[in-house]
């Protein structure tokens, strides 16, 4: 519930180029609501990655978020991603 209907089709050119114009079709096909909605799930993944920041949802309930930091890590390495993790909620939460 609360989704968009999308998929995507990859494969290699020779086997893509043999369906013709119109060939591939459905009923949710070229929904302009779920592509805006595609459109802009990209661009947040994008601005995500340029930030180091790419979060993976987990529990039973996909309803907590996984934090795993190597053992290894610097304070400074720490308050980075803190800092970045701060950035990232204040942009969705303003």
């Known amino acids: 519930a609360a989704g968009l209907p999308l998929s995507g089709v990859l494969g290699k050119a020779e086997i893509m180029d043999f369906a013709h114009d119109g060939a591939v079709g459905g009923t949710y096909v070229g ?3 779920a592509q805006a909605a595609a459109l802009a799930v990209l661009d947040v993944i994008e601005a995500a990655l340029e930030r180091g920041l790419l979060l993976l949802k987990a529990g039973t309930y996909s309803n907590c978020i996984r934090v795993l930091c190597p053992l290894v890590i610097t304070d ?5 991603a803190l800092a ?3 950035e990232a909620l204040d942009s969705i939460l303003a």
């Open 31 to 33: 929904n302009p609501v």
């Open 76 to 80: 400074a390495e720490l308050d980075e």
């Open 84 to 86: 970045v993790w701060e």
